[in-house]
Structures are given as structure tokens and as C-alpha cells.
């Protein structure tokens, strides 16, 4: 067999092998730019990140955590007053709602009032047809005048014949009979006299009157209508809106403090607000409370007088209700804005001196709007964090901004910013200090 020393040469690339090739270099070119622009991107991020946290306090994250001080505002604990507030429901109720009903039966021929009127006691309000009660009172004074001649007739029989009798000129018996007939007719003008009175008082009931102050409501008949004391409807509903009341409600727990405060003879405010509770309604003071606890809903009732000159309750109207029950007077104050929540309760971060924070456990008492009263934990004066806790540490340097002017507090002179890392020693993390409050999730960074 015969060997060829001769190499053989490789075959020349086809052109679509020289097209794959370079297909594959540039891909592999796109992805080498990309990987350092990655790296260049994230290192120049990291340090405008430190700077932020630095200059503006607008770093957060794992790069404000590791170096330098946090921006913070912080308030006083200040001496103040709380206000102790009840709040509940209530319904708005007129101290008297009257249906106007007519007392006798004719026909309406008169209305003085306009639908939504304000009308005083005693203003008259409609008229029944006075004319047949005009007769029978006519009639009834005729019946009297005749009941009257007859006892008098008989009264002067009486005299002749008690004078007769003492003459021995007829019976005693007849002299007795007239006697008899005396009071029989001493009854009957009484009679009469009674169905004056009764036809007098039918003819006052023709003339229907506001029987107390307030707005009467839609008219219920209109006139040429044949009325009765029996009409459901009655003529009118009328409401006494000034003064009026809202009945409300608070829990049982409720009734000591303020039974104490009723039989001290301090007048309790109470203010009356719409259902949204933004706009107030009506101030005025607690009137009195019912005597039984609702065993179903475990409250009781409350009953508190307004003035209403301004007409802003309205009977049936559904109103939020805000009594001061107590105010407590030079109670170590700071804002709500300042607690934090952990597993071991409420706590503030407190600023030191060196310009880091230390939780501070503290025990809270009454909450007034956007300020909460401190038992124990605090004194007057002490600094709270109000803004920025959800990013703090035990011991973590601060920047401090008071919230009164807004100036910042840099920390002292030659504290360097402190590298740390979430759960090592030092930095507040779960662990690090045994007794320290821990804070919720929401405040753990």
C-alpha cells in the first residue's frame, strides 16, 4: 500500500461559516459591554446613595445603614393638657313632638300656617266650622233658663208651705215633697249649666292652637275635609326644635366617671358633630343619663340638651357625639407620630446627647387628637424621634431637625459614621441589646 507524505491542506471556510463567526464575536462583545456597564452603573449608584444619606437625608437602604449619620425629626416631650373625651352615637330628639289632632268633629274651614313654619305656643294654627256647636251652645243656655224658672217656683212654694205647716193648714208630708222638688230642680240647673260649659269649650276647640313652640311639618288634610279626634294623621305634626336633644350611647364601663362627674354639679360638655365627624353641629351640655343598662348591647343612654339657635339639628338626624368628660392638667405630652410599637409594647426612640437614639419603653395614658399623654418612660424635655423611627437602631447616629424650627443637629465633633450590618453586634438588631423594646416589622429596617 502506497503512503502520500504530502500534507493535505484544510478546506477553505465557506462564506456562511465566516458569517456564523462573526455572528457568535458580536454577541460575545454586546455582553462584555454590558457586564462593565453593569458594574460601573451599581458602583456610581452606591456612592450618590452615601452622599444622599449624607447631605439631604434622603439615602436609605443598605448604603445609609453602613455609613453615616440618619436624618431625623425630633420634638420635646412637653407639659400640657389632655382633654378626656366619650365618644358615641346619637340621634337627635325634640324635647316635645305633638301631633296636632282636632278634639271635635266638623267640617276644616281655616289653616294659618305655611308648611315648615316656626310658630309659638298658643298661635293659631286651624278652624272647624263653629256653627253647629254655636247653636247647641244657644240651646244649652235656654234649657238653663228654664231649669232656673222652675227652681225658683218651686223654692217660693216651699216658703208658703213650710208657713202653712206651721199653722197646722196641710200635711207635713206635701211640705216635704216640695222640699223634694226643690233639689230635683237644684240638679237639673246643674245639668244645664254643665252642658253650657261642655258647649262653650266645643266652640274654644273650633280654634285649633300650637300647643307648644316649634315648626310644624307637612299639612296632613286640607281644608273642606270633614275632620274627627279619631284621624290618624291628625292636621300637622309639630317639633319643639329650640332647645332640643340627642339621645346617645356609651359602654357601661362609662357610667362611674361620669355618674362622679354628674353628682359633683359640673356641667359637661358635649359637642355634636355630622357623620363624617368633620363638621361640629351644635354644643351644648349633658342634661342626664337613663337609670338601666341595656343588657343586650352592654350601654346606657344619655340625654344631652342643645340650644340650637341656629337650627343645625334636626329631629331623627343621626349625629356623632364628643363629651369632654375630664382634662388632666400638666401631663407630660409628645406626638403621637413619636411611639413605636414592639413585642414588648410601646416604646420612643430617644435622642442623646452624642446625637444617637436609644429606645426608651414607656407607658401611655389618654390620646388627644394628633398628641398622647406619657405616664412613665419620660420627662419634660426629653427629644422623641417623631419622623424617620422606622429606619433607627439602637444606638444609631442621627442627624437630628427639631420640628419647632426646622434647624438641623449634626452629631458631635469627631464621632465618625459607623459601619454596621443588620443582626451584628451593636446595631439594634433582633438580639443585639437584651432589654430593649423590639419594634414591629413596619419599624425595622
Same mark, same amino acid.
Given at each position: ?8 491542506k ?28 453593569g ?62 289632632r ?29 256653627? !253647629? ?74 280654634h ?5 313652640? +316649634? ?14 279626634? +279619631? ?33 359633683? +354639679? ?18 351644648g ?29 334636626? !329631629? ?37 446627647p ?26 419634660i ?19 437630628v431637625q ?8 449634626? !452629631?458631635?465633633?469627631?464621632? !465618625? ?29
Amino acid at each position: 500500500m502506497s503512503h502520500d507524505p504530502t500534507p493535505q491542506k484544510k478546506p477553505e471556510p465557506t462564506p456562511g461559516d465566516r458569517r456564523r463567526r462573526r455572528r457568535i464575536g458580536f454577541i460575545v462583545a454586546v455582553l462584555l459591554v454590558a457586564a462593565v456597564g453593569g458594574i460601573y452603573w451599581d458602583t456610581h449608584t452606591g456612592v450618590n446613595a452615601i452622599r444622599a444619606a449624607g447631605g439631604r437625608g434622603g439615602g436609605r437602604g443598605r448604603f445609609a445603614q453602613m455609613n453615616g449619620p440618619l436624618p431625623v425629626v425630633a420634638q420635646p416631650a412637653q407639659k400640657g393638657d389632655i382633654n378626656i373625651y366619650l365618644n358615641g352615637l346619637g340621634t337627635v330628639t325634640p324635647l316635645a313632638t305633638v301631633t296636632v289632632r282636632s278634639q271635635i268633629s266638623g267640617l276644616l274651614v281655616e289653616i294659618h300656617f305655611e308648611e315648615g313654619q316656626m310658630v309659638n305656643k298658643g298661635d293659631l294654627l286651624a278652624v272647624i266650622d263653629p256653627r !253647629p256647636y254655636q247653636v247647641a251652645l244657644e240651646q244649652a243656655k235656654g234649657q238653663l233658663l228654664q231649669a232656673q224658672a222652675q227652681l225658683k217656683e218651686a223654692q217660693v212654694d216651699l216658703a208658703r208651705y213650710v208657713k202653712l205647716a206651721e199653722q197646722d193648714s196641710i200635711a207635713g208630708q206635701q211640705v216635704d215633697t216640695q222640699r223634694a222638688l226643690v233639689t230635683q230642680y237644684e240638679g237639673l240647673v246643674q245639668v244645664d249649666q254643665s252642658a253650657i260649659d261642655s258647649a262653650s269649650l266645643n266652640l274654644t276647640y273650633c280654634h285649633i292652637t300650637a300647643p307648644v313652640s +316649634g315648626r310644624v311639618g307637612l299639612r296632613q288634610v286640607d281644608i273642606g275635609n270633614y275632620v274627627t279626634p +279619631g284621624d290618624s294623621g291628625g292636621l300637622v305634626v309639630l317639633a319643639e326644635l329650640k332647645p332640643i336633644t340627642v339621645i346617645f350611647t356609651l359602654p357601661e364601663d362609662d357610667i362611674p366617671g361620669v355618674s362622679t362627674r354628674i353628682n359633683s +354639679g359640673i356641667k359637661i360638655p358635649v359637642d355634636a358633630y355630622d357623620r363624617m365627624q368633620v363638621h361640629k353641629l351644635a354644643s351644648g351640655t349633658l342634661g342626664t343619663i337613663d337609670n338601666e343598662v341595656d343588657p343586650s348591647t352592654g350601654t346606657f343612654k344619655l340625654r344631652a340638651l342643645f340650644p340650637n339657635d341656629d337650627l343645625q339639628l334636626f !329631629p331623627n338626624q343621626f349625629v356623632n357625639v364628643r363629651m369632654l368628660l375630664d382634662v388632666h392638667k400638666d401631663a407630660t405630652v409628645i406626638p403621637s407620630s413619636a411611639i413605636e410599637r414592639g413585642q414588648q409594647g410601646a416604646f420612643v426612640y430617644l435622642v442623646k446627647p452624642d446625637s444617637t437614639v436609644a429606645s426608651r419603653a414607656v407607658t401611655l395614658g389618654t390620646t388627644e387628637g394628633e398628641r398622647v399623654e406619657v405616664l412613665s418612660g419620660l420627662a419634660i424635655g426629653d427629644r422623641v424621634v417623631t419622623d424617620g423611627g422606622d429606619r433607627l437602631k439602637e444606638g444609631q447616629d442621627v442627624i437630628v431637625q427639631d420640628s419647632e424650627n426646622g434647624s438641623s443637629t449634626p !452629631p458631635p465633633a469627631g464621632t !465618625p459614621g459607623r459601619r454596621r450590618r443588620n443582626g451584628a453586634p451593636g446595631d439594634g438588631g433582633p438580639g443585639s441589646k437584651a432589654g430593649a423594646p423590639q419594634t414591629s416589622t413596619s419599624a425595622q429596617n
